[in-house]
Structure formats: structure tokens, C-alpha cells
């Protein structure tokens, strides 16, 4: 699965990776990660992680894009395979800032899947970006829909257990990762 697109003066092809989650106490694999990966088009060159999503910071509309892109073919593979376990992808706090950016996903992507994908599904949040009152919020959103929302990253940054706790905005049950 794959996705070309023209970013930063660079014909980039995208593609999506399946990351295995693995819990010892479950014995065995509970769930995928979906990561992108890019390399130049023109020369193959691979793109670092950390360049491309600060490219697509800058045009939310291509995050939009991409990141609506690749939940509906992951999901539409998946369903042809059935394959076990959650499917986790990593949602920018970008698209859920901006109030136009979040209902298009909701709406034209998150919420048009099957009840039943729908609650295989992990939207990852990054912990810096949950400081943010109007991205709790939407979490509590998608929550409400049946989404599944964790913390992605936890413990990479500042975060730490004391963090589950803060308040009544984040509980170990509501946002976890």
C-alpha cells in the first residue's frame, strides 16, 4: 500500500509498515502499529520520519489526506484478511486542532468504517500534544464513538505514571498506551 505526493519541492512515495505489538502476558501478538515510511521518488533516497512529518505539519491538509488515506486501505486490506488483534495509527495533533480538519476525519473516514473495525482500532495521540484542553476533548470524542484512544509514546518525553492520573482528563482507563 502506498501513496504518492508532492511535499516540500520532493515527489515523495509513501508507504505503510505493520509494526508487531507484542505483551508477554498475553504470550504473543495483540495488535499492529501502522508506521509510514517515504523515499524520494525521483532518486529512492529514503526520508527520515522526523523530516517527513515535519513537512507535513506544514500543509495539514496532506496530513489530512495521508493520514485518511491510510486508515481506509489498511482497514479495507485487513478486512479481506482478518487477521487478529487492534490496529494502532498515530493521529497528529494537528488534525485535532483545527475543527475542520478533525470532523472531515471523523466524519468522512473514522466514523464511515464498520462498527466492528471500528473497535479494533487504536488512535495513537502524542503525549506532548495532549497538554492541550481542546485535544483531550477530542479524544473524549472519539471516545465516545468507540474509538479507542491511547497516549502514543508514553514515557518517551516527560511523561510518567503520575501523568494517568492528572485530574479527570486522563485516567489509565480513558487514554493508555
Same mark, same amino acid.
Given at each position: 500500500? @502506498?501513496?504518492?505526493? $508532492?511535499?516540500?519541492?520532493?515527489n515523495?512515495?509513501?508507504?505503510? @509498515? %505493520?509494526?508487531?505489538?507484542?505483551?508477554?502476558?498475553?504470550?504473543?501478538?495483540?495488535?499492529?502499529?501502522?508506521l509510514?515510511?517515504?523515499?524520494?521518488?525521483?532518486? !529512492?533516497?529514503?526520508? *527520515?520520519?522526523?523530516?517527513l /512529518?515535519?513537512?507535513?505539519?506544514? &500543509?495539514? %491538509?496532506?496530513?489530512?489526506?495521508?493520514?485518511?488515506?491510510?486508515? $481506509?486501505?489498511?482497514? #479495507?486490506?485487513?478486512?479481506?484478511?482478518? +487477521?487478529?488483534?487492534?490496529?494502532? /495509527?498515530?493521529? &497528529?495533533?494537528?488534525? +485535532?486542532?483545527?475543527?475542520?480538519?478533525?470532523?472531515?476525519?471523523?466524519?468522512?473516514t +473514522?466514523? #464511515?468504517?464498520?462498527?466492528?473495525?471500528? %473497535?479494533?482500532?487504536?488512535?495513537?495521540?502524542?503525549?506532548?500534544?495532549?497538554?492541550?484542553?481542546?485535544?483531550?476533548?477530542? *479524544?473524549?470524542?472519539l471516545?465516545? @464513538?468507540? /474509538?479507542?484512544?491511547?497516549m502514543?509514546?508514553? !514515557? &518517551?518525553?516527560?511523561?510518567?505514571?503520575?501523568?494517568?492520573?492528572?485530574?479527570?482528563?486522563?485516567?489509565?482507563?480513558?487514554?493508555? !498506551?
Amino acid at each position: 500500500m @502506498h501513496m504518492n505526493l $508532492r511535499l516540500g519541492g520532493h515527489n515523495l512515495v509513501l508507504t505503510w @509498515h %505493520q509494526q508487531g505489538l507484542v505483551a508477554g502476558a498475553l504470550n504473543g501478538l495483540y495488535g499492529r502499529e501502522i508506521l509510514t515510511r517515504a523515499h524520494c521518488a525521483e532518486s !529512492g533516497e529514503p526520508v *527520515a520520519p522526523q523530516r517527513l /512529518f515535519s513537512l507535513l505539519k506544514t &500543509a495539514p %491538509q496532506r496530513l489530512l489526506e495521508l493520514t485518511a488515506r491510510q486508515i $481506509r486501505q489498511v482497514m #479495507a486490506v485487513d478486512a479481506q484478511w482478518q +487477521l487478529d488483534g487492534s490496529l494502532w /495509527f498515530n493521529l &497528529a495533533g494537528e488534525l +485535532l486542532e483545527d475543527e475542520r480538519l478533525f470532523e472531515t476525519l471523523l466524519e468522512a473516514t +473514522l466514523l #464511515a468504517l464498520p462498527t466492528a473495525q471500528r %473497535q479494533r482500532l487504536v488512535l495513537e495521540v502524542a503525549e506532548d500534544a495532549l497538554d492541550s484542553s481542546l485535544i483531550l476533548e477530542r *479524544a473524549h470524542t472519539l471516545r465516545r @464513538h468507540g /474509538f479507542l484512544v491511547a497516549m502514543d509514546d508514553f !514515557g &518517551a518525553g516527560y511523561s510518567n505514571l503520575g501523568r494517568l492520573q492528572e485530574g479527570d482528563s486522563i485516567s489509565s482507563s480513558s487514554i493508555w !498506551g
